[in-house]
Nanobody, 125 residues
Framework: VQLQASGGGLVQAGGSLRLSCAAS????????VGWFRQAPGKDREFVAAIRRSGGSTYYTDSVKGQFTISRDNARATVYLQMNSLKPEDTATYYC???????????????????WGQGTLVTVSS
């Protein structure tokens, strides 16, 4: 499956952005999808993930209540709604997909087989 992340940009602190991860090439509804981010000079970190059916979602503690992951399988797209953005949310955001992930692996970037190219989010103070 091919993934295309978009929606990044420059936003002031407190603002919102919605990232999109559009998939092509395979039956998208068969894939679990995660969002990860990497800030300059830092390791990649898990942000959020959603199961194939969309019935279960997972978040890193720092974004709970602030970010919402959702999916539209008919449009083969996963979204990451980001509200109340903070300067520390500045990073390149990547979406990733994998068919066969157990729940405990949803936050493990190494478990995902397919990655998009990343979209840059910059939050100014």
């Amino acid at each position: 499956v091919q993934l295309q992340a978009s929606g990044g940009g420059l936003v002031q602190a407190g603002g919102s952005l919605r990232l999109s991860c559009a998939a092509s090439g395979r039956t998208f509804s068969n894939y679990n999808v995660g969002w990860f981010r990497q800030a300059p000079g830092k390791d990649r970190e898990f942000v959020a993930a959603i199961r194939r059916s969309g019935g279960s979602t997972y978040y890193t503690d720092s974004v709970k209540g602030q970010f919402t992951i959702s999916r539209d399988n008919a449009r083969a797209t996963v979204y990451l709604q980001m509200n109340s953005l903070k300067p520390e949310d500045t990073a390149t955001y990547y979406c990733a997909a994998d068919r066969d992930l157990i729940v405990s692996s949803m936050g493990n970037g190494g478990a995902y087989d397919y990655w998009g190219q990343g979209t840059l989010v910059t939050v100014s103070s």
